[in-house]
């Protein structure tokens, strides 16, 4: 039974609310550093965008290392998990690894495209269901 599109949305939703959650308790610090400096000299200095620079990587790097490490480990994001879904090979059903889990994170950035429509239509045109991401690292999405 692979999953289509809406339970993978609502997997997604659930998160990138969590990773937004994280990644701005973590990168709090480095914008509010932005904000300090910005305010005190009224402009928008080199300090302020490194900041803001550093608050993004450090955002990029907890989104790649949330989906990553969750589903090469569990073969669940917690999205998925609270939604009784999984990933696994394509081959076997087997759970995937941590490398067929980074491509897939990976490939998220095209899949994401314009609200993951790209995704969603690599997911609707498959008969596995299989986004972009899925394709390449041979993977699918399934029921628990």
């Keep these: ?22 990644a701005g308790l973590v990168a709090l610090p480095f914008l509010a550093a932005a904000v300090a400096v910005t305010t005190v000299s009224e402009n928008v200095s080199t300090i302020a965008w490194g900041s803001v620079a550093i608050a993004a990587l450090i955002g990029l790097a907890i989104w790649f290392l949330y989906f990553t490490l969750l589903e090469g480990h569990y073969g669940q994001t917690i999205g998925k998990m609270a939604l009784n879904v999984k990933v696994v090979r394509e081959s076997d059903g087997m759970p995937i690894d941590y490398g067929e889990a980074a491509v897939r994170t990976v490939l998220r950035f095209i899949d994401g495209l ?21 394709r390449v690292a041979h993977t699918v999405v399934v029921s628990k």
């Design 114 to 134: 314009f609200d993951y429509l790209i995704g969603a239509i690599f997911i609707w045109i498959s008969d596995q269901k299989q986004r972009l991401g899925d």
């Design 1 to 22: 039974p692979y999953q289509g599109v809406s339970i993978r949305f609502v997997a997604i939703l659930i998160d990138y609310l969590i990773i937004g959650i994280i």
